[in-house]
């Protein structure tokens, strides 16, 4: 399909680095669900409290 283009992901990270939740900020509407699923999968780097972090992502044609 040759798709490509940038997702913006807010993605709420819990103390343990793990990924609670994510919202699509923009992007193109046929790369949101890899980019969730990119982002869901993703491992921070532990901190004291929960935090949000925005993240792009940006998918290119090979």
């Given at each position: 399909?040759?798709i ?47 935090t ?11």
């Amino acid at each position: 399909m040759h798709i490509h283009g940038v997702v913006r992901v807010e993605a709420v990270v819990k103390a343990n680095g793990t990924v609670k939740s994510t919202r699509v900020l923009g992007g193109n509407p046929v790369l949101v669900d890899a980019a969730i699923e990119a982002v869901g999968k993703w491992k921070f780097e532990p901190g004291q409290n929960e935090t949000t972090q925005v993240v792009q992502l940006t998918f290119e044609d090979q």
